[in-house]
Nanobody, 123 residues
């Protein structure tokens, strides 16, 4: 069993930046590819970004490519999402996730979910 706890969400103006963190516990963090999803009210949860076990390979949704950066520090059991040039359409609850592979995670196959952290971008 893996527990994931997100932090770092908040209110930011359009064009600003936020850095989300996800702290993992329960099993070896480095055993899992990790990712971020988001869900806005009335919309389905969507894939944002994923990173492999070592941190050497990443994958992003087209909507955030060039603006968001996913990274991980296995020594700290933590994965990050650096969000720059934020837009109002980025407003959502952001969820940390652990899954089998980057490819399957991008399609919604997830083993463990965090509780989510709210990100609100004002216009």
């Amino acid at each position: 069993q893996v527990q994931l706890v997100e932090s770092g969400g908040g209110l930011v103006q359009a064009g600003g930046s936020l850095r989300l963190s996800c702290a993992a516990s329960g099993r070896t963090f480095s055993s899992y590819p990790m990712g971020w999803f988001r869900q806005a009210p009335g919309k389905e949860r969507e894939f944002v970004a994923a990173i492999n076990r070592s941190g050497g390979t990443t994958y992003y949704a087209d909507s955030v490519k060039g603006r968001f950066t996913i990274s991980r520090d296995n020594a700290k059991n933590t994965v990050y999402l650096q969000m720059n040039s934020l837009k109002p359409e980025d407003t959502a609850v952001y969820y940390c996730a652990a899954g089998p592979t980057i490819l399957t995670m991008s399609k919604g196959v997830i083993d463990y979910w965090g509780q989510g952290t709210q990100v609100t971008v004002s216009s």
